[in-house]
């Protein structure tokens, strides 16, 4: 069974500091990995989408990584803000089109 | 100017009703989806529709159908409502065809379904 752990479940981290979050993997065949960001109310918005031949992509503050090999990713949120509270969703989609769902984590950022 | 938009936001109904959930996305996409989302979080996708064909049917209850009377549109009928049934629900839409770029979804804004 496919299957995307995300890792912490959720975070507090204070105004301008950095985290990472983790989403391993377990779907194969492989074709991309996408980060959304899903504000409270609202429905994910796409951050970064990779496929594995790509190590990192950028997309403003975060920065997603990849190594298809260990069927890892993280996405690093630097200088965080107020507005980078939300849910985080890794989605990985197979060769055949299905999408897998992580559980999300879910940060706070706090003045 | 709204991509993907559905209604309505929030829908309050008692066991045993029929209600429907309206999804229109306004992007030229060739598919649309049907996401549940749980008190958990967790998005499990329900529907989709390609070209106004079902490709994807997971496993949910045949009292949950979609239906799609053109290309922008996908709607979401819910017979006999349950307790179970309450959740948010998100449409999201995509192309298929092109590059990586192209198949990423866009999501409208949810509706909020409370059984009671």
């Known amino acids: 069974k496919n299957q995307v752990e995300q890792s912490p479940q959720s975070l507090i981290i204070l105004e301008g500091k950095n985290c990472t979050l983790q989403?391993?993997?377990?779907?194969?065949?492989?074709?991309?990995l996408r980060w959304y960001k899903q504000d409270t109310g609202r429905g994910p918005v796409s951050l970064t989408i990779m496929t594995f031949s790509e190590n990192t992509k950028s997309n403003g503050r975060y920065t997603a990584t990849l190594d298809a090999d260990t069927k890892q990713s993280s996405l690093h949120i630097t200088a965080s803000q107020l507005s980078d509270s939300a849910s985080y969703i890794c989605?990985?989609?197979?060769?055949?089109?299905?999408?897998?769902f992580g559980a999300g984590t879910t940060v706070t950022v706090r003045a | 100017d709204t991509a993907v938009s559905q209604t309505p936001k929030y829908l309050v109904t008692q066991m045993g009703n029929d209600k429907s959930i309206k999804c229109e996305q306004n992007l030229g996409h060739d598919t649309m989806y049907w996401y549940k989302q749980d008190s958990k979080k967790f998005l499990k996708i329900m529907f989709s529709?390609?070209?106004?064909?079902?490709?994807i049917n997971e496993t949910v209850p045949n009292r949950f159908s979609p239906k799609s009377p053109d290309k922008a549109h996908l709607n979401l009928h819910i017979n006999s409502l349950e307790l179970g049934d309450s959740a948010v629900y998100f449409c999201a839409s995509s192309r298929t065809d092109g590059g990586l770029a192209k198949n990423i979804q866009y999501f409208g804004a949810g509706t909020r379904l409370s059984v009671l």
């Open positions: 529709y390609n070209n106004k064909e079902l490709i």
């Open positions: 989403c391993n993997y377990t779907v194969s065949p492989f074709s991309n």
């Open positions: 989605v990985v989609r197979s060769n055949d089109y299905k999408l897998s």
